[in-house]
């Protein structure tokens, strides 16, 4: 089940609450790089793509066609209203993806994990779309000793405790590379990369004020007041504009090219 209604209301506030700082794609894309080619001659595919906040991006990164694949109906429309080059926008799910075998070079996924159903239908299933030697490239939250793996530095967490125990149901770091182990992908990079997130204090609180997030979506009203007003306090003590950054999660696990992805 979806953890927020990505259909409803969350579609026509995601952009406003979910944006980031250029400096943010500029990290995601020395670190995603080197994993998006030039092996293969297929597109990348970004899985659970939203609006398409990553997508334009992985399609320069890659010099590839990117197929943008959303599972919510509101979503996908907004990201096909962009209508960003290189970038084709098509509804499906990870558990059943509407592509052929062995056509994607790599695969991007950017907070999806947690919303997947079955993830380790999905891991076969991007196994079976998977070029031989290409890679999967994570980026989330992934708690390891059952910490989050990001909480340490992710500010939001910093005013909305309960998000971040919210973010703890979300699959851990040993269950995700066992889906995809278990698939026949193996691990080759686990980091975190540092994005500068917002401008300031003052530009958080704008698009936290949205609700645009899922941990945040899933507060009561009064405990998300709250935490909107400890954050209002801060904003309001600012100074001077203060770059917000949190690290996040990276993984990358790759198919082998000895494996066949058609082998069961």
């Known amino acids: 089940m979806p953890r ?27 670190a995603a790089r080197p994993f998006l080619g030039p092996r293969g001659d297929g597109p990348v595919l970004a899985l659970g793509a939203a609006t398409g906040r990553f997508a334009g991006h992985l399609a320069e990164w890659s010099s590839a066609v990117v197929v943008a694949v959303e599972p919510a109906v509101a979503m996908a429309t907004q990201a096909k209203a ?38 380790d239908t999905a891991a076969l299933e991007l196994r079976r779309v998977m070029q031989p030697g290409g890679h999967v490239l994570i980026r989330g939250e992934l708690r390891q000793d ?23 149901t979300f699959p851990d770091r040993r269950r ?53 007003e400890a954050l209002a306090r801060e904003v309001r003590a600012e100074a001077s504009p203060t770059p917000v950054v949190d690290r996040l999660d990276f993984v990358v696990l790759r198919l082998p090219i000895a494996q066949d992805p058609s082998d069961t």
């Open 82 to 119: 962009k209508d960003m080059a290189g970038v084709d926008v098509v509804a499906g799910a990870a558990e059943s993806l509407p592509l052929r075998d062995r056509c994607v070079r790599a695969v991007w996924l950017s907070q999806v994990v947690h919303h997947v159903d079955d993830l």
């Open 176 to 228: 995700v590379l066992d889906a995809f182990g278990a698939a026949g992908f193996v691990g080759v990079r686990s980091t975190t990369v540092s994005q500068v997130t917002a401008a300031s204090l003052r530009e958080l609180q704008r698009r936290i004020a949205t609700r645009a997030d899922s941990t945040l979506a899933a507060l009561d009203d009064d405990t998300f007041a709250a935490g909107l």
């Open 146 to 168: 059952g910490v989050v793996g990001a909480s340490s530095s992710n500010v939001i967490y910093r005013y909305f405790p309960a998000a971040g125990r919210v973010a703890d």
């Open 4 to 30: 927020a209604d990505y259909d409803g209301w969350m579609a026509s506030a995601y952009d406003a609450g979910r944006r980031l700082a250029p400096g943010a794609f500029e990290a995601w894309g020395a």
